[in-house]
């Protein structure tokens, strides 16, 4: 067995790094979000229209073939209409100042999937117009299926949410 | 396999100019002038048997075993849910204040050394110019520990699920996000405090036990490359670093920061700047993802491609020193296929090939270019002269030797000493005059200068001492300082000097002094040749009358 030892200067020398350790473990602390008072999120995952669907000629003759099948298998919009859905264009109005206008498209290499949204501002602590509003977009649309326009105070360091909610097919406030 | 005259070949051979400082790449020779004289003072203070500098991969891993031991030990009683994660790194914390929070702070500091030690590993590394050519390999893999270490040290972080571990998933997501490969968005998780699932736990919790698994094979690949690699520091080492550890852990024990709270941004925290370093450094230069991305690889790409982006200077300026650096060859027609250049191979990097049918022995011997150092162990191992690098074999030794003793210029004085001089070890141009085949302080000391001392055979020793020479100085780097790694080699050549030595006839112990010394002493060396020289007299009656 290794039995040297190490000399009292040894000792002082090899516990020196303990320093930096006792020191910048915690130390300095940082404030991060320094410039951010408050944010607010709009993010939300939706599933938009497809870009054409079944005309009743169409679902008529699909029907007819899934009754055929069986029951995991017979949903018409699998197999009716265009795979391809339409993208959601999304826009932000902050104390009635356009921030965002931005078109999102679904995911999948066919664009088939479900669309997700994640915008992320930085807004002062206090009361503030936010007005979002979101639609399945096809080409010259300038009206919005989904809008929420509230006034909220943001405290500080509090984030604000806007999110969908599918089942009530509705923007809301997620404080 | 070259031979020729010796004569002529010395004299191409010999160095027009100081070599040592050029052997390391221009660009690496402030830092390696700072590391030796601090691997200098260390030595002064620890000695160079248990100088911590040169056993610092050992320390890296008996902080990865105390990491891995109290890891395991809070894994038992770590809560993998949103909801209970950070209530039980709290019950570990005051609870059980006096072990559970003592092995929580242990696991933590531990961490936080390893950074440390790895950090100068690299730099030693680096400055050492011990990462190109033959040992790249080495380098990559130890190269690519880091981010893992780092990684490994988030997942932990994350998994107290506090203020910190917020600020770590959603900075981390919102980079992870910039890159194209996740269609829904990485900060989706962290929305609200119920987006935070048990099965994101889950994962988070299986990285942190899955990356030391990767470490472990990153290390092993990383040790297979290196030659001797030492894995236990020394005893009084690894006892003061754990003691200092749960001493550090006492005084200072590692807290969590408040829970996590997902609808609130953070704001002030304390945060470990060894592992934490880059977010507020994102957050500061307000930094985009893709910036980060781009700048973070690019640093890393540099380190990682760093044995091929700094020039070799052996190549580009180095003139030959003495001992002919360059490719090792081995002539088949000569060779025995006695395995003794196999086995001196500190780099595995001699191989046996069967012989063909009829040929006198079972295998022959070649070199496989990539795994070899040139270092020139094998060159003298081999008697039968099959073995030359740079064209030098055992013969072209020897008839070196002769010339420096038998045919030197004769408006010199008669050499006494001959010194076999590590290339590396000091600052040649200081020591040496009469184109590099004398040592300035005294020039009874006739000189040859070798890629390591490692190369000197018994066989060499003794045909110095044939040539006429009364004493035999062997200079070399101190500890594991020697380029090759190879102390434990040193001495047991050392071994085999003795004994190789009772075979030659009149031949006493202080006639042979091996030297490993610092490229900075250059006073005390002086002072040591001109001391051995003095004590090696010759008795002109034939007998040597040894002083000291």
Redesign the interface.
């Given at each position: 067995?290794?039995?040297?030892?190490?000399?009292a200067?040894?000792?002082a020398?090899?516990?020196s790094?303990?320093i930096?350790?006792?020191l910048?473990?915690?130390?300095p602390?940082?404030?991060?979000?320094?410039?951010?008072e408050?944010?607010l999120?709009v993010?939300f995952?939706k599933s938009s229209e497809r870009i054409r669907l079944c005309d009743e000629k169409e679902l008529n003759a699909f029907k007819q073939k899934a009754d055929k099948r069986r029951k995991h298998m017979q949903s018409a919009l699998r197999e009716c209409g265009s795979r391809e859905r339409l993208p959601i264009r999304l826009k932000v109005w902050l104390d009635d100042k356009e921030t965002l206008d931005k078109i999102i498209y679904p995911?999948?290499f066919r664009n088939d999937?479900?669309t997700?949204?994640?915008e992320?501002f930085t807004i002062s602590a206090g009361m503030h117009r936010v007005k979002v509003a979101a639609v399945d977009y096809r080409e010259r649309e300038n009206d919005f299926s989904h809008v929420i326009e509230k006034e909220i105070i943001f405290k500080r360091?509090?984030?604000v949410?806007i999110?969908y909610d599918r089942v009530t097919d509705q923007l809301y406030l997620?404080? | 396999m070259s031979s020729g005259n010796p004569q002529n070949q010395s004299e191409a051979s010999q160095p027009k100019k100081s070599q040592s400082g050029q052997l390391i790449p221009a660009v690496l020779r402030p830092g390696n002038y700072m590391l030796v004289r601090t691997q200098e003072a260390?030595n002064k203070?620890?000695g160079p048997?248990?100088n911590?500098l040169y056993y610092l991969g050992a320390i890296t891993f008996l902080l990865l075993w105390i990491l891995i031991a109290t890891g395991t030990y809070l894994y038992l009683f770590y809560d993998m849910t949103p909801s209970g994660a950070y209530k039980s790194v709290q019950y570990l914390t005051e609870d059980q204040k006096w072990y559970g929070g003592i092995i929580r702070s242990m696991h933590?500091?531990a961490a936080?050394?390893m950074m440390?030690?790895i950090a100068i590993h690299i730099v030693q590394v680096l400055f050492s110019d011990r990462f190109r050519k033959y040992r790249w390999v080495a380098w990559i893999s130890g190269v690519a520990i880091l981010p893992v270490i780092w990684l490994e040290g988030l997942t932990g972080y994350f998994l107290v699920w506090d203020e910190v571990a917020q600020?770590i998933a959603v900075t981390s997501a919102h980079i992870f996000?910039a890159l194209p490969i996740f269609?829904?968005?990485m900060?989706?998780n962290f929305?609200?405090n119920d987006s935070v699932n048990a099965l994101l736990f889950f994962i988070f919790n299986y990285l942190h036990l899955a990356i030391p698994c990767l470490l472990l094979i990153l290390a092993w690949i990383h040790c297979m490359r290196i030659s001797m690699p030492v894995i236990n520091p020394?005893?009084?080492?690894t006892i003061?670093?754990l003691s200092?550890?749960v001493?550090?852990s006492i005084?200072?024990p590692?807290v969590s920061a408040d829970p996590a709270d997902?609808?609130?941004?953070?704001?002030?925290?304390?945060?470990?700047?060894?592992y934490l370093f880059p977010?507020?450094l994102i957050?500061w230069l307000?930094l985009q993802p893709a910036m980060v991305w781009l700048g973070g690889g690019l640093l890393y790409a540099i380190v990682f491609a760093m044995p091929w982006i700094i020039s070799d200077p052996v190549k580009s300026k180095y003139i030959n020193p003495t001992v002919g650096q360059g490719t090792v060859t081995i002539t088949q027609s000569d060779c025995t296929g006695c395995l003794l250049c196999q086995k001196a191979c500190p780099f595995e990097a001699i191989e046996l090939n069967p012989r063909l049918e009829g040929a006198p022995n079972e295998v022959e011997a070649y070199v496989v270019d990539d795994l070899c150092s040139e270092c020139g162990f094998c060159v003298n191992t081999c008697e039968v002269g099959a073995i030359s690098m740079g064209g030098w074999s055992v013969t072209e030794f020897q008839n070196y030797i002769e010339f420096l003793f038998k045919n030197y210029n004769k408006m010199l004085v008669e050499p006494v000493v001959m010194a076999f001089v590590c290339e590396r070890s000091f600052d040649q141009k200081a020591f040496f005059t009469h184109e590099n085949t004398r040592m300035k302080c005294c020039e009874e000391v006739a000189v040859m200068t070798t890629p390591c001392i490692g190369v000197i055979s018994p066989a060499i020793v003794d045909y110095s001492f044939k040539m006429g020479a009364e004493g035999i100085l062997v200079i070399g780097c101190r500890g594991l300082d020697c380029h090759y790694r190879e102390e434990r080699r040193r001495l047991k050549f050392r071994d085999n000097l003795k004994r190789d030595r009772f075979m030659v006839e009149k031949m006493d112990d202080p006639n042979i002094e091996i030297m490993l010394i610092s490229p900075f002493e250059k006073e005390a060396l002086k002072k040591e040749i001109e001391d051995f020289k003095n004590a090696v007299k010759v008795d002109k009656s034939g007998g040597r009358i040894l002083n000291g």
């Open positions: 067995m290794d039995k040297r030892r190490l000399s200067a040894s000792i020398t090899l516990v790094p303990a930096f350790i006792f910048f473990s915690t130390s602390s940082y404030e991060y979000n320094k410039k951010k408050a944010a999120v993010s995952k995911t999948g999937g479900i997700y949204a994640y992320y360091r509090q984030i949410l999110d997620n404080k | 260390l203070i620890f048997s248990m911590p933590r500091y936080d050394g440390i030690v600020m996000d269609s829904e968005p900060p989706r929305l609200k020394p005893r009084a080492v003061t670093i200092t550890l001493v550090l005084i200072k590692a997902l609808s609130r941004l953070v704001g002030v925290m304390a945060i470990d700047w060894f977010f507020p957050d307000e």
